[in-house]
């Protein structure tokens, strides 16, 4: 997104599992953690991303903010952005869609990232080409560690350096240089 000043977020294709559309890895004192957002299928297997509703059957996203405030209220930029972000977190959205878009303008707003985000209208099959991102965000495709530059992390000292986490990491822990730092990532990844 530090790329391009125009993104589609794809919400007409069949909502895929186990993929980073519902979920997120923190680090917290114990290793990764993911937190998974509970999704409810109106249509089953059949229902476009864009229908994907959320479950509060249980206080998933009470859960969800109790683990990020325990894993990051010793980062150094916390303190910064806790406030709002716990206010999307704990909206009850009804959709997934709605939850994610809140938390994308979040993050790009806070990162300060110039990037208009356009949502599809109509589905178009993969066109193989390295801009289509669409089937790199499942957790069974991590991202290549040897091009992720460490930067500190809350608990560095007792596990290292843990890579590919949630961007929130990277907000917590570099605040305003999170732009640069992914800048710097998309440069390094190009070449």
């Given at each position: 997104?530090?790329?391009?000043?125009?993104?589609?977020?794809?919400?007409?294709?069949?909502?895929?599992?186990?993929?980073?559309?519902?979920?997120?890895?923190?680090?917290?004192?114990?290793?990764?953690?993911?937190?998974?957002?509970?999704?409810?299928?109106?249509?089953?297997?059949?229902?476009?991303?864009?229908?994907?509703?959320?479950?509060?059957?249980?206080?998933?996203?009470?859960?969800?903010?109790?683990?990020?405030?325990?894993?990051?209220?010793?980062?150094?930029?916390?303190?910064?952005?806790?406030?709002?972000?716990?206010?999307i977190l704990l909206r009850q959205h009804q959709r997934?869609?709605?939850?994610?878009?809140?938390?994308?303008?979040?993050?790009?707003?806070?990162?300060?990232?110039?990037?208009?985000?356009?949502?599809?209208?109509?589905?178009?099959?993969?066109?193989?080409?390295?801009?289509?991102?669409?089937?790199?965000?499942?957790?069974?495709?991590?991202?290549?560690?040897?091009?992720?530059?460490?930067?500190?992390?809350?608990?560095?000292?007792?596990?290292?350096?843990?890579?590919?986490?949630?961007?929130?990491?990277?907000?917590?822990?570099?605040?305003?240089?999170?732009?640069?730092?992914?800048?710097?990532?998309?440069?390094?990844?190009?070449?």
């Amino acid at each position: 997104m530090v790329k391009f000043p125009i993104v589609y977020i794809e919400q007409q294709e069949t909502f895929p599992k186990q993929t980073f559309r519902n979920r997120a890895t923190i680090a917290t004192g114990n290793g990764s953690l993911t937190l998974t957002v509970p999704v409810v299928r109106p249509q089953g297997n059949h229902t476009r991303t864009e229908e994907i509703g959320i479950s509060y059957k249980e206080s998933w996203n009470v859960q969800h903010w109790r683990a990020i405030q325990s894993a990051y209220n010793a980062s150094p930029y916390f303190l910064y952005y806790r406030d709002e972000l716990e206010q999307i977190l704990l909206r009850q959205h009804q959709r997934l869609i709605d939850l994610n878009d809140a938390l994308l303008k979040y993050i790009l707003k806070k990162s300060k990232i110039a990037c208009d985000l356009k949502y599809t209208t109509d589905y178009t099959p993969s066109c193989n080409t390295q801009l289509d991102f669409r089937t790199s965000l499942t957790s069974k495709k991590a991202f290549c560690n040897a091009h992720i530059p460490e930067y500190s992390q809350v608990f560095e000292t007792k596990l290292g350096f843990i890579p590919n986490l949630s961007i929130l990491d990277l907000l917590f822990n570099l605040g305003p240089e999170t732009k640069e730092y992914l800048i710097h990532l998309s440069q390094k990844v190009a070449n």
